[in-house]
């Protein structure tokens, strides 16, 4: 056995061990580490227990990180491995991301149909999340978009055996894991992601400076810059997963091109804007958020209230 170098804290949905590995192996190779070095801890989080009802309702992003974030402050887990969509924007001060590993294909993908367009009129579309139910609404007002709740599996199982006529899910987590044949690319003009879709990153603690340089080599700077970005635009807007928001920078000739939506949550309304940024400035993505909110529709600035 090889010795343990680094312990990295991960949830254990098939998808989250797949990401764990990744980085895992990312680490081993930018240290020229033995494979084995980097050993994972699997915390289960109240988001992995709570099954049956929307993520939304139930105190939203904070489930999934709380058990992984006792973990790393009690010192059980050097770092913590998250999917960034998954962590919200306003992270306690005690931590920080040291590192995102390069952003996989961040579109969304439409399982039961080549395309929006192509869905039955009327089909039933299993999805929980705001950003893609409003979007859909927005193309397709047709349609019956209903929750669903499980990991990867077990929602393509639950469209597989009809309880919905399509879903959405993540082209990265599909890649991840292995899934790459299932369903179709959304083009994103169609659909935005969420702010960080695509996007794996690994926290540890702010005081801890010898595994913040561990780190450091597997970090991708145009990922984090555009994460970044993403995350300050989707912070000042003060929401919540209830709020259907849709970012998405792309690091182009040195500057940061940012991409963004609001919905209400039938999608009748929407606003969307493109501006160019520095890279690194924050300010100017957040001031972005504020004043698309301060000229939002009521319908539109409810679902930002008091997240
Ligand atoms: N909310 C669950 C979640 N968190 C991250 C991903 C996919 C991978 C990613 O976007 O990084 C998924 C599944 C999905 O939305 O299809």
Redesign the pocket.
């Known amino acids: 056995m090889s010795q343990t170098t680094l312990t990295l804290g991960t949830r254990g949905s098939p ?1 989250a061990l797949a ?1 764990a590995r990744m980085t895992a192996a990312a680490l081993e190779q930018a240290h020229g580490w033995p494979a084995g070095s980097v050993a994972l801890a699997v915390v289960k989080t109240s988001g992995d227990r709570i099954q049956d009802r929307p ?1 939304a309702d139930i105190g939203g992003k904070a489930l999934w990180t709380k058990e992984l974030d006792l973990a790393l402050l009690a010192g059980e887990t050097h770092a913590s491995v998250h ?4 962590v919200e924007s306003d992270r306690p001060d005690t931590l920080r991301i040291a590192a995102m590993l390069p952003r ?1 294909d ?1 579109r ?1 993908r439409l399982i039961g149909a080549g395309s929006v367009a192509d869905l039955p009129q009327g089909a039933v579309v299993g999805s929980s ?1 705001p950003r893609r139910a409003a979007q859909l609404r927005r193309l397709r007002p047709d349609l019956n978009v209903v929750p669903i709740r499980g ?2 599996d077990t ?1 393509l199982a639950k469209r597989e055996t009809g309880d919905v006529d399509a879903t ?3 082209a ?3 890649d ?1 894991l292995g899934r790459g044949d299932v369903g179709n690319a959304i083009p994103l003009d169609q659909m935005l ?2 702010p ?5 990153g690994i926290e540890c603690r702010s005081d801890d400076a010898a595994t913040a340089a561990l780190l450091q080599p597997i970090d991708h700077s145009d990922t984090h810059a555009a994460v970044l970005a993403e995350r300050a635009f989707t912070l000042a807007l003060g929401g919540s997963c209830h709020s259907p928001v849709a970012a998405l920078a792309v690091i182009d000739a040195g500057a940061v091109d940012l991409r963004v939506e609001l919905l209400s949550e039938d999608g009748a309304e929407h606003l969307t804007q493109r501006a160019r940024f520095t890279v690194g400035d924050l300010d100017g993505p957040a001031a972005l958020g504020r004043h698309m909110l301060a000229d939002a529709p009521p319908s539109i600035r409810r679902l930002f209230e008091g997240g």
């Open positions: 998808l990401q993520l999917s960034m969509k998954d996989a961040v969304d999340s990991n990867v929602r959405l899910l993540a990265a987590g599909l991840r992601p969420a960080a879709q695509a996007a794996i």
